[in-house]
């Protein structure tokens, strides 16, 4: 069973940083692609950022892109399935509850989607102060 945890949420003043992590656990021998959604109030969940397996490739929402930044930990080591997110020139509007999401089986050319992934985790909420 592949667990995924997100940390990293808070409490910022626009213009503010925040740095989300996650980590996938329970597959030794894989390296998952990675992406994080966000969920506002009442409304459905929205892609963010996607990293691949390797590393290399990475994409972004458009309202995001110059100020998030997806990364991977050390492909060698045991920080191969930890994502960050780092949000920086935070937005009142990007107060949301943001999702790591975890790819194993899922169609690759789907990361822009929900279906694109296989694991979730519970939310971390983030809340950007005016």
């Known amino acids: 069973q592949v667990q995924v945890v997100e940390s990293g949420g808070g409490l910022v003043q626009a213009g503010g940083s925040l740095r989300l992590s996650c980590e996938a656990s329970?597959?030794?021998?894989?390296?998952?692609?990675m992406g994080w959604f966000r969920q506002y109030s009442g409304k459905e969940r929205e892609f963010v950022a996607h990293?691949?397996?390797?590393?290399?490739?990475?994409?972004?929402?458009?309202s995001v892109k110059g100020r998030f930044t997806i990364s991977r930990g050390d492909s060698r080591g045991n920080a191969k399935n930890t994502a960050y997110l780092p949000l920086n020139s935070l937005k009142p509007e990007d107060t949301a509850v943001y999702y790591c999401?975890?790819?194993?089986?899922?169609?690759?050319?789907?990361?822009?989607?929900?279906?694109?992934?296989?694991?979730w985790g519970q939310g971390t909420q983030v809340t950007v102060s005016s």
């Open positions: 329970g597959r030794p021998g894989t390296t998952f692609g």
């Open positions: 999401a975890v790819a194993e089986y899922a169609p690759s050319e789907a990361y822009r989607e929900r279906r694109g992934y296989d694991y």
């Open positions: 990293i691949d397996w390797s590393g290399e490739k990475t994409s972004y929402a458009d």
